[in-house]
């Protein structure tokens, strides 16, 4: 009796596993705002469980109270962002890619490419002594200057060489037995180069701005309906929360509850490290920025500040790639900027890495670095930034669950750590 007992469990497991592996395979397309909504009701559950220990005329506010009074909070909050720091945010970033990319280029090709060059040719030469090479003297039919005029010229064998204008020649007739041959005339500045865009958008070009225009509209609209189907799963998943955490309960064989509830508490010490803790500690890397940003007199300080916030979600890569713009943009004002700038974000990510990760996100949430990087690039390379934003939570679930079931497979029951460090 036992071992049918035992032998229906295994057959259900299995079948309930390729059951949910098919779905998720099926629906992968629809999943993220189902995932979102997951993660946001994890970081909103703690706020959610304090809201309704509140009680207000001697009655604790009801779950779904304290969730409508979140979303509140929460909506209100980001209109009144996009409505007051959105316009500025990108008013500087396309300022900044109109006049400052431009003279940051000018600037590397003009000072810095130049001390480059000299550098490699003197280890070059330091290495190897490698004589000047001669380049060869063109032809004189390929140095003739383009001044858009009619050229014949001699070749070799008694040929002659006939070079047309770029912008062709008009046939004009001068009388009843002469025609002249003169090059067309070029339309200077801004009408030539409106001209060529009218012509491009003639030979068929208009139906790619469409294609384009139709795609922005289409992420667009995608993007809201994604927005608000996340807060609507993750309303439920926090209102029917004691529900949801019953019926897992109910998977599990009662002398398993205790192991599963054990589980539960590892994974929640996980995460919380992982995502609440990141959250936080990105808050504090943007605060910090902008009050350096600020300091050094940066141009442009909100946007990369906001720049630094948002890139801190992704553990060592973000850190890295939020810097370069600063620092870049900080040496057109100045070699003297530029190291203020990078000393700061120095002096910050060192003050993360010694203070806030190990008080914020705790030694129960610590991943080994390899770890963090292999997810970190299987995410990106699989699922794009989405994945790169995901992978660190997953590798903590799925570094918890090993160590778990490892435990207590080999009979010693929960491990003394819950890192792989």
Same mark, same amino acid.
């Given at each position: *009796?036992?071992?049918?007992?035992?032998?229906?469990?295994?057959?259900?497991?299995?079948?309930?596993?390729?059951?949910?592996?098919?779905?998720?395979?099926?629906?992968? @397309?629809?999943? $993220?705002?189902?995932?979102?909504?997951?993660? $946001?009701? &994890?970081?909103?559950? /703690?706020?959610?469980?304090?809201? !309704?220990?509140?009680?207000?005329?001697?009655?604790? $506010? /009801?779950?779904?109270?304290?969730?409508?009074?979140? &979303?509140v909070t929460l909506v209100t909050t980001m209109v009144v962002t996009l409505l007051v720091v959105t316009p500025r945010v990108v008013s500087e970033a396309r300022s900044f890619a109109v006049h400052e990319l431009p003279a940051l280029r000018h600037r590397a090709e003009r000072d810095w490419m130049p001390r480059v060059r000299s550098l490699v040719a003197r280890v070059q030469g330091a290495v190897v002594a490698t004589p000047p090479r001669?380049?060869?003297?063109?032809?004189?039919?390929?140095? !003739?200057?383009d001044d858009g005029a009619l050229r014949v010229s001699p070749e070799p064998g008694g040929v002659y060489r006939v070079t047309l204008p770029p912008d062709g020649v008009v046939i004009e007739r001068v009388d009843d037995a002469h025609w002249a041959l003169r090059p067309r005339p070029r339309v200077q500045g801004e009408g030539a180069t409106l001209q060529r865009e009218l012509q491009k958008l003639g030979q068929g070009h208009v139906a790619d701005v469409l294609r384009v225009g139709r795609g922005i509209i289409g992420g667009v609209i995608g993007g809201i309906f994604n927005f608000f189907m996340t807060l609507m799963v993750s309303a439920y998943l926090l209102v029917t929360e004691a529900r949801v955490l019953g019926f897992l309960r109910s998977l599990v064989r009662p002398e398993s509850r205790a192991a599963f509830?054990?589980?539960?508490?590892?994974?929640?010490?996980?995460?919380?490290?992982?995502?609440?803790?990141?959250?936080?500690?990105?808050?504090?890397? #943007?605060? +910090?920025?902008?009050? #350096?940003?600020? +300091?050094?007199? $940066?141009? &442009?300080?909100?946007?990369? @500040?906001?720049?630094a916030t948002v890139f801190s979600?992704?553990?060592?890569?973000? !850190?890295?790639?939020?810097?370069?713009? @600063?620092?870049? +943009?900080?040496? !057109?004002?100045?070699?003297?900027?530029?190291?203020?700038?990078? +000393?700061?974000?120095?002096?910050?990510?060192?003050?993360?890495?010694?203070?806030?990760?190990?008080?914020? *996100? #705790?030694?129960?949430?610590?991943?080994h670095p390899v770890l963090v990087v292999f997810s970190l690039l299987a995410g990106e390379h699989a699922f794009g930034i989405l994945g790169a934003l995901l992978a660190v939570p997953v590798m903590s679930i799925a570094q918890t669950l090993f160590l778990h079931w490892r435990g207590y497979a080999l009979g010693y029951g929960e491990p003394a750590t819950d890192s792989v460090s």
């Open positions: *009796m036992i071992d049918v007992v035992r032998r229906r469990r295994v057959i259900f497991a299995v079948v309930s596993l390729a059951v949910i592996a098919a779905v998720v395979v099926a629906s992968r @397309a629809v999943l $993220l705002p189902f995932v979102l909504g997951l993660l $946001l009701a &994890y970081v909103l559950h /703690p706020v959610v469980g304090s809201l !309704t220990r509140v009680k207000f005329g001697g009655r604790a $506010l /009801p779950r779904w109270g304290a969730v409508l009074a979140i &979303y001669e380049e060869p003297e063109a032809p004189s039919s390929e140095r !003739t200057p509830d054990s589980l539960l508490r590892r994974l929640d010490r996980g995460l919380s490290g992982v995502v609440r803790g990141q959250l936080i500690i990105c808050l504090v890397n #943007g605060s +910090l920025s902008a009050v #350096g940003f600020a +300091l050094a007199d $940066l141009k &442009y300080w909100p946007t990369l @500040a906001v720049v979600l992704i553990p060592i890569f973000g !850190t890295v790639l939020s810097s370069i713009p @600063a620092v870049a +943009l900080g040496l !057109t004002q100045g070699f003297g900027t530029a190291f203020f700038v990078l +000393l700061w974000i120095i002096g910050i990510h060192q003050l993360e890495a010694n203070l806030l990760n190990p008080k914020i *996100m #705790g030694d129960q949430a610590k991943i």
